[in-house]
């Protein structure tokens, strides 16, 4: 038998032999395919089962914030029955704002720049103050450093009215020092942090178009 014949006969033998194996690792396709179906995935039914249990539990922005069941939990809950923008974890978050504006505005003796953020009787006591400073010729000079430490104290909510009322516990930290007529320091020392603790209390009608919480209380 002639060499090519011998070479060809052995190339088909390998041909034949590679498209069995294929076959056994592969398998064969007639006709029109189903689509694979995939296992499901556990992961994936953990997390929306998780998911569920979260939407149909305890409101986490609530519970975060007040003890389950307390007075502070139902009036919170109040609050966002009629407004259900309203978020307790973003009202902290501006309420730290508030406070280094407001303490630094009546620092500075401009009560002017936060009208629109305080009650009238807030007002009229932070203007006390200031103005027996300006009587006296004191002036001062304070830095805010920051806020160590703010909490939800209480809420109360009024059914009738729709006026909420959040009370919240600050520890504010800043430099301060007082200097009289001729410019010396009387009090504080603008190299030493001061620890300040306030409690202020921020109001709001509920069913008011207006978003802006007023301060309304002040206490230690």
Do not use: C
């Amino acid at each position: 038998m002639n060499s090519p014949i011998i070479q060809l006969l052995v190339l088909a033998a390998i041909a034949v032999f590679l498209i069995l194996r294929l076959r056994g690792v592969l398998g064969t396709r007639e006709g029109f395919e189903k689509p694979q179906v995939r296992k499901p995935d556990t992961n994936a039914r953990r997390r929306r089962e998780d998911f569920e249990v979260i939407e149909g539990g305890p409101d986490l922005d609530i519970a975060d914030h007040s003890e389950e069941g307390s007075e502070t939990a139902i009036a919170l809950a109040n609050m966002k029955r009629v407004d259900p923008t309203f978020n307790v974890t973003e009202f902290l978050g501006g309420a730290r704002g508030a406070y280094e504006m407001i303490l630094m505005a009546f620092e500075r003796g401009d009560l002017a720049s936060v009208l629109p953020f305080i009650s009238e009787d807030v007002y009229e006591a932070f203007s006390t103050v200031v103005d027996e400073r300006e009587k006296n010729g004191l002036t001062v000079e304070a830095t805010f450093v920051g806020i160590s430490d703010l909490s939800l104290k209480g809420a109360t909510f009024d059914e009738q009215t729709k006026e909420a009322e959040l009370t919240v516990r600050f520890t504010g930290e800043m430099t301060y020092q007082v200097r009289d007529k001729g410019g010396d320091v009387v009090e504080g020392n603008a190299n030493e942090i001061k620890r300040q603790k306030d409690i202020w209390t921020f109001a709001r009608d509920m069913d008011a178009t207006d978003p802006n919480w007023r301060l309304v209380a002040t206490g230690e």
